[in-house]
């Protein structure tokens, strides 16, 4: 499981992952104290996509990604273009 080294890509990469199979993914945020490090894990049990990072601007990035995730996940309309339109 790599990581990825720029946000783009991951983000890319984790919005097409959820649109494939909506009902299968899962996200997983870490946040390690000592470390400074947040993790972000987008996973359908035989993908898995995982971006970390200690900047602390790329976590206003994460919260969006995240909150976008959370907003397609929680509506009844159909989840075909939805993330292309934000």
């Known amino acids: 499981m790599p990581y990825y080294q720029t946000w783009e890509e991951f983000a890319r990469a984790a919005e ?3 649109l494939t199979d909506p009902m299968k993914v899962r ?6 104290h000592c470390d400074g490090n947040i993790c972000m894990k987008v996973t359908d ?3 898995c996509l995982q971006y970390k990072t200690d900047q ?3 976590v206003k990035k994460i919260e ?5 995730l959370m907003r397609l996940m929680v509506s009844k309309e ?3 273009g939805a993330m292309e339109t934000d």
């Open 56 to 58: 602390a601007q790329d």
């Open 78 to 80: 159909s989840h075909s």
């Open 45 to 47: 049990d035989s993908v």
């Open 27 to 32: 996200v997983v945020l870490k946040y390690r």
């Open 16 to 18: 097409k992952l959820y």
């Open 64 to 68: 969006k990604l995240h909150g976008k």
